[in-house]
């Protein structure tokens, strides 16, 4: 044994004069089995009294409070994405459809926290910049909501760690962490959603630790109890915003690592033992999430029952839900005859024709017909209507006039009195699509190339067509080609105009159209019926089949944010701040907002990171070697506690790698509270060589342990307090940019920019005279 | 040997199965005891068919205590019984000597020297006669059949079509290069196409033809020639998976699988029918995973030559495929990975001398790490060595290098630089380019005329050096004043005479750099137009002191913006379409003294009152050549981004490819052209995929019994299972996933050599769950066998005219319409 101490001497004696450490450390720490260690030194003993530990956090809150309140009516402008958030609140208290790709819990809760405070949503929020005062918002409660859920998250995560068995001291250093971080506060006190998700982070976080300190008692009602919190916490987390999903990973990654555990042979559990568990488990962590998830959904969806800006996002059925929506009430059955404007739904420009010809030969040589040309046009015009023939006999009235799915149909464009054709040429800016023209109405020699067939999305055989709501795609009888079209102008020639062509493809997204209104009809009921406008009652739908296109299409727009910002910055860049986000600037008085986090913190964080790193790797090295360099439980607690923080930080941070879309410094939020708590469990490591222990709850089939504490002596105190000093005085320092007040000189701003990646506003020149 | 032993042993192993005890002792639940046989007298598929089912270990105790005999009874055992049941089984493993006290230690140590691939086998006495040396040799008759029926299916009907098809036109024209010795540049490294040219030389070509894509070859370019040696490396590929699939430790009859997949697989053998890179890289991808896995089997005897020559030979081997195209990195990565895992063991040895550990440690640095990249630097090093002559590719090396190609007059532009000079202006950063512009303007930003890095040599790229703006032009009669370090200068596009520009505009993909454009012209301008020369040495006259005038070629510049105080800069950012993919040029706010990407220098000069240089200084050093070259690959490559508007018929996406949804036309599909479809034989690519994710489903299983003390499997033939199958799935997914993030357009012959791994996986999941297995009869086995092999090779039958060949028009080939889509 005596190796083996040596070895653990050199390991841990760096830096660590452990006579300072008190009378405990003449404990032989070999014999770690020791019933209790007589002596703490009388300052670590102090600050791990219950009272001591409330003292701790309750003036750890109280500063968090402030900082997060401390002028939080400035400014009285809309900040960054609170144009956003803002607006959804409004639209929530005014029951109004919205579309976003974030789920709703966190918006939901805005909205309500602006009906508390009285506001009656009639603020759009619609630019950066607009003033709150002017317009009689009243955007301090708004911003109230995450300024507290902010605060919380401080003792929420001094609890984590004491729950996980570390010194208050410990506990202190990371709440620290979080409390005085710049990104955090300005993150908390504007109509954002990271606080919630933060602090839904936090919670599941914590209600896990209880969790898993229960498991020798299991199935009893406290086990139940932080079994279904952890669930209903990850739920909240997932519900607030879209990366919460990664929380849900987390935990999952956290319980198959456990539930692989109870399944070793050695642990002596039978298969039936294993499926109890493997079944309380997916009640609590997959059953309740998903209805608390459903609920979420259905709330937003029962409170947002009006038409609103959300509602061209959704199909025609979902929309005639909304009450006042659009579709639901101009939507018409179309009848042979009727003259209609057609819009391509993804584009939302008009099927047009003009007089004008292809030019016979295009710029890269190819030729054309030279036949009359048909784009896409924006604009309201005359030369937007067609009129739909038939290519069957019909009654003279009665419903068999109405144009119904599976149809062949010609589309007479009523200006030029010519009929919608296409061929087998290829069309102006893509060789491998039809060219789409015209053929004059009377000349009969290519009736065929002028046949369509009307094909509606989702329709049963023989429905019938409907204005707005009736999507369809074209499809040309002889070539099979679908009418497509594609954000491209064509030259000159035809107005810069948007092309439209035949593509091989029917099945692709630019191939649906749909009717936007009936211009003219030969019906009278119906003419009758363009007239008066009358209020419909909504029609009803499934929520699970609403909830499923909702989803769909947030997962389908998240990923197609890829539009490039200025701010954004890649997943690199983050732990280390090299760059920030802009939130808001003001010329006058030179002030601005600039979301970066506390340096200090942050550092702390990543380099307490890549210590864990290294002992784990020095560990495996020693142990691969035969030497155990670190004690069991110590180990223990390195690899399972603290390997918990590290499953959520890496979870919440290594899946950004592989989106496309843009990313944020604001996305790494969660993934630092995570490497917070790790900075705290090294430091804990650093500076003591023992643990409390145990800190799980006794169950009948545990043999009892003796207890041993960890002893930090004067040291860490001091250490944290020197910490917790600069921390903040480098806070204080950044604070202008955080709170967006004082205004700064081109010097002061300069200053501010403590690495030069940061791109401020107001900065002196610093080389050149313009 | 296989076969042979199968033919010639017909032998029972007449001992009773319960005469080694050991195991039984074991404490083994259920599975193990109800099958603990004899492995003494097991021979697996060397040995009886009709006993296999009731041997425990079927082909690696088996084939030991086979091979064993062989010395013993060397006479002529043809038809001869094997009788050793009486043999003590643990006595075939010399460490089992010492054993014999506690079971478990003893089940560690056969866990050593027998190993996870091929049971090693003592060499075989001397043959006396040519009987023997054949008998000895059978073994080797079933991959010599096969690599006959490779050269069938590469050489048939190979000079079919007289046209250049697809990309011969790049990979034939690189050849000819190499004939002419004309400098050119490629993104791919450069052994694959010097093995073209040297394909070329051998048969008699001459490097005239320019292999236009799709353009018939004239009569005196012997194409059907080099197709045939590029094919010949094809035709290796066969005898390798044979060979692979055996040192894989694989029965005989999923080697004969695995051979037979390599052989009827339509992909490669359409791919190794031409001129091409493929199946040079597929060739170096065979033989390295056959070092490695005859490396594997060497891990028992540490050092010895054996051990020495195949972990060297793994090295060349990863030294050539990443020569030939730099995906031979994931291969690389596989051996990478193995090493790793290889020295952790060794690491965790704790009674190998620390000496032992440090001579691992080295042997891998040495052999896999230096080797290689020697056996890269000197394709290189061979590359410049032939390529000496000024070609189309000049513009991507340093001026210097440039200088010293054979046909290139740098050497003679005059020396001094002086106002009025008409100038190239070369970036020296890595992979730099010359500064260009063109009459495109930026379509963000400031939307003025584009300026980029330009790779070739072109009129856009001429620069006139001019006063500052109200200084007189420079006069054509009068004193010549010579650029000096400090001056204040314009730069004027030759061909659009507008003026080197830059603002406080961002840079279109640099954002926090200023935009550079090209602004005015020879009337308009203002002071954004100026630009401080700064110099920073001469590469001739060292320090900066020592530099009066600016000479071309030698002298490192910087460009400071004398407004803005920013430095001219290009560092190999990529600008989208609209700017050609070229390289951008912004203006750096820091200053970086040491950035050689805002260092420059004058490459092409002209000015008619200088006189002209005959300065043929300076080589450049070939370190730094390879180095800028590599890196101007790397640029190159990233700029292969699939383009938004522009719709490439031919990429296809990763996706698409492990079930095989598309194929790639290889030529013009016109009714009268003989038409080359490159699509894999739809059954073997989409076994291989289904086996990769059965395989995932069948580890969960068995870690989760083993987690359960379920011990389905003996530790060796465990540690087989897991040894195969992860040769074969992280080869597979290094080879495949990359891909999937890579920005770079992808196609389907991406997959080939992915495609290896994937048939592996299949051969061993068949081997292991059928082949294997005794819980089938030998002849549930052979129909399983005959079935799949049928079914192999009957789809290659029906596809084999994508790579024979096809004739006429393509819509009567209605057997062949792919999955509805398209005629192929």
Request: net charge neutral; with cysteine.
């Amino acid at each position: 044994m005596s190796g083996v101490q040596d070895v653990r001497q050199r390991n841990k004696g760096k830096g660590i004069n452990r006579d300072a450490s008190g009378p405990s450390s003449a404990v032989d720490y070999d014999d770690h089995n020791v019933a209790y260690l007589p002596s703490r030194s009388y300052i670590e003993s102090f600050l791990n009294t219950e009272e001591a530990s409330a003292a701790v956090v309750a003036i750890l809150t109280i500063i968090a409070f402030f900082t997060r309140f401390y002028k939080i009516n400035h400014p009285d402008q809309v900040v960054f994405d609170e144009v956003h958030f803002g607006k959804f609140a409004s639209y929530y208290i005014r029951r109004e459809y919205y579309f976003d790709v974030h789920p709703p819990l966190a918006k939901l809760l805005f909205g309500l926290a602006g009906w508390f405070v009285g506001y009656d949503g009639h603020f759009d929020f619609e630019n950066i910049g607009d003033s709150y005062t002017e317009n009689h918002v009243p955007y301090v409660g708004l911003r109230a909501l995450p300024a507290i859920l902010g605060s919380l998250t401080v003792p929420i995560v001094y609890a984590i760690m004491k729950e996980c068995g570390y010194s208050t001291i410990i506990a202190a250093f990371s709440a620290i962490i979080i409390l005085f971080d710049n990104a955090h506060v300005a993150q908390s006190r504007l109509i954002l959603l990271d606080a919630t998700l933060i602090f839904f982070l936090s919670l599941t976080m914590y209600s896990y630790v209880r969790f898993k300190k229960l498991r020798y008692q299991e199935f009893s009602p406290q086990w139940w109890g932080w079994l279904l919190a952890t669930g209903t916490f990850m739920a909240c987390t997932w519900a607030s915003k879209v990366n919460g999903i990664l929380t849900v990973v987390a935990v999952g990654v956290a319980v198959l690592i456990d539930l692989w555990d109870i399944l070793d042979y050695k642990k002596g559990h039978s298969m039936q033992y294993f499926w109890k568990h493997f079944i309380a488990r997916a009640a609590g962590l997959i059953a309740l999430p998903l209805v608390i998830y459903l609920s979420v959904f259905w709330v937003h969806l029962a409170i947002l029952s009006n038409t609103g800006p959300g509602d061209a996002f959704m199909s025609p059925s979902f929309q005639e839900t909304l009450r006042g929506n659009e579709l639901l009430m101009k939507s018409h059955e179309i009848r042979y005859y009727d003259t209609v404007t057609i819009k391509h739904k993804d584009t939302q420009v008009y099927l047009h024709s003009h007089p004008e010809r292809y030019p016979l030969k295009y710029d890269d040589g190819r030729i054309s017909s030279q036949g009359q040309q048909v784009t896409g046009y924006g604009h309201e015009d005359s030369n937007n209507q067609w009129q739909i023939i038939p290519t069957k006999a019909l009654p003279e009235t009665g419903r068999g006039r109405i144009v119904r799915h599976e149809d062949v149909i010609q589309l007479l464009h009523v200006n030029t009195g010519t009929v919608l054709m296409t061929h087998d040429v290829a069309s102006p800016l893509m060789a491998t699509n039809e060219e789409f023209t015209t053929w004059p109405k009377d000349d009969h020699s290519r009736y065929n190339d002028t046949l369509f067939h009307l094909r509606l999305s989702d329709a049963a055989p023989g429905e019938a067509w409907k204005s707005k709501s009736g999507h369809f795609r074209l499809i040309h009888v002889p070539t099979k080609v679908a009418m497509w079209s594609h954000p491209t102008q064509l030259p000159d020639w035809a107005f810069k105009q948007q092309e439209i062509n035949g593509n091989k493809n029917a099945n692709e997204k630019g191939a649906v159209w749909y009717v936007n209104e009936i211009v003219d009809s030969q019906d009278p009921d119906l003419k009758a019926k363009l007239e008066e406008v009358e209020m419909k009652e909504p029609k009803r739908l499934n929520f699970f089949k609403k909830f499923g296109e909702l989803q769909l299409l947030m997962l389908q727009h998240n990923a197609g944010l890829t539009a490039s910002h200025p701010y954004a910055s890649g997943p690199i860049n983050w732990p280390f701040l090299l760059s920030g986000i802009s939130f808001w600037t003001q010329n006058e008085g030179q002030k601005q907002i600039y979301l970066i986090g506390n340096i200090i913190g942050w550092w702390a964080s990543v380099g307490g990171i890549c210590i864990y790193i290294g002992i784990l790797g020095a560990d495996l090295l020693a142990r691969r070697r035969g030497l155990e360099p670190i004690p069991d439980d110590v180990r223990n607690r390195l690899w399972n506690s603290t390997g918990f923080f590290i499953i959520v930080w890496a979870v919440h941070y290594f899946p950004f790698y592989l989106m496309s879309r843009q990313l944020f410094i604001h996305h790494y939020l969660p993934s630092h509270v995570a490497s917070a708590l790790v900075a705290g469990s090294v430091l804990s490591f650093v500076l003591s060589e023992t643990i409390n222990t145990p800190v799980s709850a006794w169950g009948p089939s545990v043999k009892p342990r003796p207890t041993t504490y960890a002893d930090h002596g004067v040291k860490a105190p001091v250490m944290v307090a020197v910490f917790a000093i600069a921390m903040f005085s480098l806070y204080l320092f950044i604070s202008p940019l955080t709170y967006g007040t004082p205004g700064l000189t081109g010097e002061q701003v300069n200053a501010r920019r403590l690495l030069s990646s940061w791109t401020l506003h107001f900065a002196a020149k610093e080389s050149g005279n313009i | 040997m296989k076969p042979a032993d199968v033919a010639l042993n017909f032998g029972t192993p007449s001992g009773s199965p319960r005469t080694s005890s050991d195991f039984e002792e074991l404490n083994y639940p259920h599975h193990h005891t109800a099958t603990s046989n004899s492995p003494t007298g097991s021979l697996g598929w060397t040995a009886v068919p009709r006993r296999e089912e009731e041997l425990p270990l079927p082909h690696y105790m088996s084939e030991d205590t086979a091979r064993r005999r062989v010395p013993r009874a060397p006479a002529v055992d043809g038809g001869e019984t094997f009788v050793a049941q009486d043999e003590k089984h643990p006595m075939d493993y010399d460490v089992y000597d010492d054993g014999g006290k506690d079971v478990y230690a003893k089940m560690k140590a056969a866990r050593g020297p027998v190993g996870s691939g091929r049971l090693r086998r003592p060499p075989a006495p001397p043959p006396t006669t040519v009987g023997e040396l054949i008998q000895q040799n059978l073994e080797h008759i079933p991959p010599i059949i096969y690599t006959l029926l490779a050269c069938w299916t590469r050489f048939h009907k190979i000079g079919k079509s007289g046209n250049v098809i697809w990309d011969e036109a790049h990979f034939g024209k690189f050849g000819s290069h190499y004939l002419k010795r004309e400098f050119y540049f490629d993104v791919h490294p450069p052994l694959g196409k010097m093995l073209v040219g040297l394909a070329g030389l051998l048969s008699g070509y001459d490097g005239s033809f320019d292999f236009k894509s799709g353009e018939a070859y004239p009569e005196h370019v012997p194409y059907t020639a080099m197709r045939v040696i590029m094919a010949t490396f094809g035709v290796a590929m066969v005898p390798l998976g044979w060979y692979t699939a055996v040192e894989l430790g694989m029965s005989w009859r999923a080697c004969h699988l695995v051979a037979l997949m390599v052989l009827f697989d339509v992909a490669w053998l359409c791919i190794s029918r031409f001129i091409l890179l493929d199946s040079m890289l597929l060739f170096f991808t065979f033989t390295t995973v056959f070092c490695l896995s005859k490396f594997h089997n060497q891990q028992y005897h540490s050092f010895s030559f054996d051990w020495w020559m195949w972990l060297a030979m793994t090295g060349i081997s990863i030294g050539c495929v990443t020569s030939v195209k730099w995906v031979g990195l994931f291969v690389t990565a596989l051996v990478g990975l193995y090493t790793i895992e290889d020295l952790w063991d060794k690491f965790g040895d704790l009674k190998m001398p620390v000496r032992d550990q440090i001579r691992h440690w080295g042997a891998r640095i040495g052999c896999l790490i230096v080797l290689p990249i020697l056996v890269y630097m000197a394709s290189f090093k061979l590359h410049f060595l032939i390529l000496n002559h000024s070609g189309p590719g000049d513009a991507q090396m340093s001026s210097l290098f440039q200088a010293n190609l054979v046909g290139n007059d740098f050497a003679s532009n005059p020396l001094d630089v002086a106002f009025g000079s008409k100038v190239t202006l070369k970036n020296m950063g890595w992979g730099g380019g010359l500064l260009h512009s063109h009459v495109q303007t930026y379509p963000v930003g400031s939307n003025q005329q584009q300026v980029t890095c330009y790779h070739y040599k072109d009129e856009n790229n001429d620069w006139y050096i001019t006063p500052r703006w109200g200084e007189p032009e420079p006069d054509a009669e009068g004193p010549i004043r010579f650029l000096q370090d400090g001056d204040v200068i314009r730069l004027r596009h030759a061909a659009t005479t507008r003026n080197l520009h830059s603002h406080p505009i961002p840079a279109p993909v640099t954002k926090l750099n200023h935009e550079v454009s090209c602004y005015g012209n020879l009337t308009i301008g203002d002071e954004h137009d100026y630009w401080v020369v700064e110099v920073v040495d001469d590469i001739k006259r060292g320090k900066k002191n020592n530099v009066d005038k600016i000479h071309s070629l030698t002298t490192r510049l910087r460009f400071r913006h004398q407004v803005l105080g920013c430095y001219l800069r290009a560092a190999n950012a990529i600008l989208p379409q609209w700017g050609f993919k070229q390289v951008e040029v912004s203006c750096e706010k820091e200053n970086n003294p040491g950035d050689v990407h805002t260092y420059w220098n004058v490459e092409s000069h002209w000015n008619d009152r200088l006189p002209r240089g005959n300065t043929k200084f300076y080589r450049s050093p070939f370190l730094r050549d390879f180095w800028h070259l590599n890196v101007a690959m790397m640029t190159s490559n990233n700029a292969l981004i699939p383009d938004p508007d522009k719709e490439d018929i031919l990429a296809s996406k990763p996706l698409d490819w492990p079930f095989l949804r598309l194929g790639l036309r290889m030529c013009g599909w016109g009714d009268n052209q003989t038409k080359y479809y490159l699509l894999g034989t739809p059954v073997i690519w989409w076994a291989g995929t289904t086996s990769l994710v059965v395989s995932l489903l069948v580890l969960a299983v068995y870690l989760i019994r083993m987690q359960r003390r379920y011990a389905d499997m003996e530790p060796r033939e465990w540690d087989h299972f897991i040894y195969v199958g992860k040769i074969a799935f992280f080869g597979w997914f290094l080879h495949y996933f990359p891909f999937m993030i890579m920005g770079r357009v992808t196609y389907v012959h991406h997959y080939l050599p992915t495609l290896y791994f994937s048939v592996l996986m299949f051969a061993h999941l068949v081997d292991h769950f059928v082949l294997t297995s005794k819980r089938f009869s030998e002849k549930t086995k052979w129909i399983v066998f005959g079935a799949l092999s049928f079914t192999i090779f009957a789809c290659f039958w029906w596809f084999r005219g994508l790579a024979f060949g096809m004739d006429g028009p393509i819509n009567e080939h209605w057997g062949l319409r792919w999955r509805r889509l398209e005629y192929l």
